[in-house]
């Protein structure tokens, strides 16, 4: 049994001597060992030894600071669906207010929200065809970030202005219904997208939304609660901002505004926003474990010579 220690660690030592060969080539980037920690600010870290004149040497170099300190749940790169389940945890970590730890977190970014609203005109027999003639959309702090008018693709029948706030003058500024839907869709892509019966925006683009990434505020019963009314009544934006926000919107006979409703559809959103998230990260169904595997049995096999090229077996190892 001795000898056979010896022999194996005989042979792991040469296996090691040769990854550092290796890694000083920039054939094979340098190991991490799983629970290993990056070494702190202001040290020397050292390399693992080489073999120079016979003598077994470390190097050492300055370790900078890092400027970023990420939670090891989340990547700063996650999804938005990896965001909501982590997102009633860590908002639990703050001091209750949505707003300021999501302004503290780099894995809760404003930047990940977005609301949408679209006015549609009518086209087709009749003008009971609706097209998009209108969108839309703000970020999470209400601010516009796009906000164009619509050509249809069908000739307009009924422009529907009571409602729609679309005019024969809009019109000429007027973008194709193409150039739109791609514009939009890029803004939309990878974000939890809100808005109030938002499948009828969604329609309009002709698209549709990850349900995962969609908020819809229309079909939150909490919402409803908060407003004293039926949990699954069908309630209008316009009546939960009166109750809620104590706001008054689609008033007059010039239509509607999409900007308005885009933006108070985020404002709703926010009023629920950890309570949502909290019941939609239980609804959600349980990931997967990631496998966990010994990092050194995948190079086990390679300690033998017959695996190592003949070029690097001359070099002296």
């Not at 929200?113 to 009518?122: F, H």
């Not at 969108?135 to 249809?152: A, F, L």
């Amino acid at each position: 049994p001795q000898g056979y220690t010896k022999k194996k660690s005989r042979k792991h030592q040469r296996f090691m001597e040769r990854r550092v060969l290796l890694e000083q080539k920039g054939l094979l980037s340098p190991r991490r060992h799983l629970g290993s920690q990056a070494p702190m600010a202001g040290l020397e870290a050292c390399s693992r030894p080489t073999k120079v004149g016979g003598t077994m040497t470390s190097r050492c170099r300055k370790v900078p600071r890092s400027k970023q300190v990420v939670s090891p749940s989340l990547s700063p790169s996650a999804s938005p669906d990896s965001i909501a389940r982590h997102h009633s945890v860590l908002l639990s970590q703050g001091n209750g207010s949505s707003r300021g730890v999501r302004m503290s977190s780099p894995l809760l970014r404003p930047g990940k929200y977005v609301a949408i609203d679209c006015e549609m005109v009518g086209t087709g027999p009749q003008g009971r065809l609706s097209e998009l003639a209108r969108c839309s959309v703000v970020n999470y702090e209400g601010d516009v970030i796009y906000d164009k008018y619509v050509q249809p693709e069908l000739p307009i029948v009924d422009y529907r202005t009571r409602w729609s706030g679309i005019t024969k003058q809009h019109m000429k500024s007027a973008i194709p219904f193409k150039t739109a839907q791609a514009e939009i869709l890029k803004i939309l892509k990878d974000k939890i997208v809100v808005g109030h019966a938002i499948h009828n925006d969604f329609q309009a683009l002709k698209y549709f939304h990850p349900k995962d990434r969609t908020r819809d505020t229309s079909r939150i019963p909490m919402l409803n609660q908060r407003a004293g009314l039926p949990g699954r009544a069908n309630v209008s934006l316009k009546s939960l901002a009166r109750h809620l926000l104590q706001k008054k919107i689609q008033v007059g006979c010039k239509g509607h505004s999409s900007v308005e409703d885009a933006q108070t559809a985020m404002e709703l959103y926010r009023l629920v926003e950890v309570q949502w998230e909290t019941e939609l990260a239980r609804s959600l169904p349980p990931r997967p474990p990631s496998p966990v595997t010994d990092p050194t049995t995948d190079s086990n096999q390679y300690m033998d010579d017959q695996y190592w090229p003949t070029d690097l077996m001359a070099s002296g190892l």
